[in-house]
């Protein structure tokens, strides 16, 4: 390839790079100047390195004309949108240790800084609302996704005012919880309730209100939904996981599930199917882990028997 006159001795203005030589100092190689590095096409000896650009973010006009200054996207998953500050302990931006005094005119800083980061009481009740609903997610292994739609749920309950009479913790857990209703992220009330701050008649007050004022898409819950998980809970088989959603769906198709607990329902198939293959589980695990009373399930297998005629 010949060497262009880009690469002569002078200023290349279309990388900002200053080219003092055309040859290698190494070898008889050329130079070659690329994404602002200036190298040798021969030994690959770096002359020039590309320089640090320190003017800052470059700005791009949105659709309303105005300009948006890049970096990281903003989070419905935070109060302020991910758009707070924080100011740093212990050592400077070099890494060198801070002076005394330094440490404390920081710390003073970082005082005001807390008590300025919320401009309102709803501001603070909404900083609160997403760490139970950033808590809870956690603690049932949730997605990030659904995280960052039940603090929009959450967003939109506060803006309507379902927060009035209402505690922080309730409308939260409501709203994760509407959040599994909605996706396939599926987990029982009693599930919620459990990580929750507050007792279940609570969370399930939250979610009503939530369901009712916002006229929620909530779709039934299905039996099948649930039996992943609690064969996994009770440590049963694949064939058995298999064959009792086998169940459920034809227990769907007669419509024998219709208006019981799905949750309920889907470990009665799991005990029924277990018990046919010799994995034998008590009624009072099943209910247990499916957060209904061994009387649920004992009705729910009597009927599964009766209307299915499932063979022992």
Same mark, same amino acid.
């Given at each position: #390839?010949a ?23 190494e ?25 640090l ?51 404390r ?30 808590? #809870? ?22 803006s309507?005012?379902?927060?009035l ?16 209703r ?17 007792s ?31 064969a996994s ?69 009597d009927?599964?028997?009766? #209307? ?5």
């Amino acid at each position: #390839m010949a060497y262009s006159d880009t690469y002569s001795n002078g200023f290349d203005e279309s990388t900002g790079q200053t080219i003092t030589a055309d040859a290698c100092p190494e070898c008889d190689g050329r130079l070659r100047t690329d994404s602002g590095e200036t190298r040798c096409t021969e030994c690959g000896l770096v002359v020039e390195g590309g320089r640090l650009d320190r003017r800052g973010s470059p700005t791009y006009p949105n659709k309303d004309g105005a300009d948006r200054r890049t970096g990281q996207p903003r989070t419905t998953t935070r109060h302020d949108r991910g758009l707070s500050t924080r100011i740093g302990r212990g050592v400077d931006a070099k890494g060198n240790t801070l002076s005394e005094e330094k440490r404390r005119q920081l710390n003073r800083l970082r005082r005001e800084h807390s008590r300025a980061r919320y401009e309102s009481k709803a501001d603070r009740n909404l900083a609160h609302g997403l760490t139970e609903i950033a808590r #809870m997610r956690s603690a049932l292994g949730l997605s990030r996704s659904v995280r960052e739609q039940a603090s929009s749920l959450f967003r939109t309950a506060q803006s309507e005012d379902l927060l009035l009479g209402r505690s922080i913790e309730a409308v939260a857990a409501g709203s994760l919880y509407a959040v599994c209703r909605l996706t396939d992220a599926t987990r029982t009330l009693d599930e919620v309730s459990a990580v929750a701050s507050v007792s279940r008649d609570r969370v399930q007050n939250g979610y009503d209100a939530l369901n009712r004022e916002l006229a929620l898409p909530v779709p039934p819950q299905e039996p099948t939904e649930f039996i992943p998980g609690l064969a996994s809970a009770l440590e049963l088989s694949s064939p058995v996981e298999r064959d009792a959603r086998t169940l459920a769906n034809r227990a769907v198709e007669e419509g024998l599930s219709t208006g019981l607990h799905p949750a309920g329902f889907a470990a009665a198939c799991l005990g029924v199917v277990a018990t046919d293959r010799g994995e034998a589980v008590t009624q009072r695990t099943l209910a247990d882990v499916a957060g209904v009373t061994p009387n649920t399930i004992r009705k729910h297998r009597d009927r599964i028997r009766d #209307m299915i005629g499932v063979t022992l």
